[in-house]
């Protein structure tokens, strides 16, 4: 089946590095989607990338969709604790059908 | 706008029991869904539904049903509720798969 892989698990980083998260489907997705659930929230939309190698920007974070349509990428600079939380990605597959990463929990210390 | 409502936050079942989550938008959405989360392993697609009277099985569908008589609406029935159905269930809703979703605040269920 249809599966949508996200690495690392967590992320530990001192405030002012970069963060970046990785998403890999087993198959070609009609779009990415990629979500911030703060502890003990609900996830929140950040943003939609749909066509091959677009590269969308919020502030300090970018966006990548693959040239294959199969991979993603979030990137953060220079990070802050507000950007404390779990990023996933979710792909749309075949029949409409939404696949989650398993999430990047991201925690920046001070 | 209240947005995606989910009722209860909390629920605490016995093994065997039924009961259903509720969920209801407000925005005039066309898809929405119901997702489970457990530690490590995200947000896995249970049912989910592209208009009123349609609905379809996603990725874990044993042991819940759904249905749509109203747009507005998606309940999640545990026929018999079992141990492994401990989780926090998260239902969403955007205009279609194409969109922006929204999600509620989940409901935290233990079963015992």
């Known amino acids: 089946g249809q599966q949508v892989m996200q690495i690392p698990q967590y992320q530990h980083v001192q405030e002012g590095e970069d963060f970046t998260t990785y998403c890999n489907s087993s198959?070609?997705?009609?779009?990415i989607q990629w979500y911030k659930q703060r502890p003990g929230g609900h996830p929140v939309f950040l943003i939609q990338l749909v066509k091959s190698g677009e590269v969308k920007k919020q502030k300090r974070l970018t966006f990548q969709f693959g040239e294959a349509k199969k991979n993603s990428s979030l990137h953060i600079t220079a990070t802050q604790t507000t950007d404390v939380g779990t990023y996933f990605c979710?792909?749309?597959?075949?029949?409409?059908?939404?696949?989650f990463g398993s999430g990047t929990k991201l925690n920046v210390k001070p | 706008n209240a947005g995606v409502t989910q009722t209860p936050k909390f629920q605490v079942l016995k093994t065997g029991q039924s009961m259903t989550l509720q969920c209801a938008q407000d925005m005039n959405h066309e898809y929405m869904s119901w997702y489970r989360q457990d530690p490590g392993m995200g947000l896995r697609l249970i049912h989910y539904?592209?208009?009123?009277?349609?609905?379809d099985q996603g990725e874990v569908p044993n042991g819940y049903n759904v249905s749509r008589s109203t747009t507005e609406d998606f309940p999640l029935r545990l026929l018999s509720a079992a141990p492994s159905q401990t989780s926090v269930y998260f239902c969403?809703?955007?205009?279609?798969?194409?969109?922006?979703?929204?999600f509620g605040q989940g409901t935290r269920l233990t079963v015992v």
């Open positions: 969403a809703s955007s205009y279609s798969p194409n969109t922006e979703a929204f």
């Open positions: 198959t070609t997705l009609s779009n």
């Open positions: 979710a792909g749309l597959g075949d029949f409409n059908k939404f696949y």
């Open positions: 539904s592209v208009g009123a009277g349609i609905t």
